[in-house]
Nanobody, 121 residues
Framework: QVQLVESGGGSVQAGGSLRLSCVTS????????MGWFRQAPGQERVVVAT???????HYVASVKGRFTISEDNAKNTLYLQMYSLKPEDTAMYYC???????????????WGRGTQVTVSS
């Protein structure tokens, strides 16, 4: 199992930027899939972006062109750089790890505790 600890959330105005970080520890070896999910109040938890161990990435349409997922293996850290933030990006953001491919099935994922992002208009 992999342990995940997120940081970097906060409150910003619309149009602002934030960079989320997720430090990982534990047993993780390729192939794997790292991801960021988010959950807004009263809504389901949904995937925002994923990064496979082969370097391929995927973004949900609503963040494409504004968010970038990346990792620094030397620091065991996953990042989510967020630009041009909108009020609808307000949510709790969770870092995830999945052994193998990106199925996104919650049972298959290791989860962090989340970091709150609030975007005001």
């Amino acid at each position: 199992q992999v342990q995940l600890v997120e940081s970097g959330g906060g409150s910003v105005q619309a149009g602002g930027s934030l960079r989320l970080s997720c430090v990982t520890s534990g047993n993780s070896s390729a192939p794997y899939c790292m991801g960021w999910f988010r959950q807004a109040p009263g809504q389901e938890r949904v995937v925002v972006a994923t990064l496979k161990s082969d370097g391929s990435t995927h973004y949900v349409a609503s963040v494409k062109g504004r968010f970038t997922i990346s990792e620094d293996n030397a620091k065991n850290t996953l990042y989510l750089q967020m630009y041009s933030l909108k009020p609808e990006d307000t949510a709790m953001y969770y870092c995830t790890h999945e052994t193998g491919g990106c199925t996104g099935i919650p049972y298959n994922l290791d989860w962090g505790r989340g970091t709150q992002v609030t975007v005001s208009s």
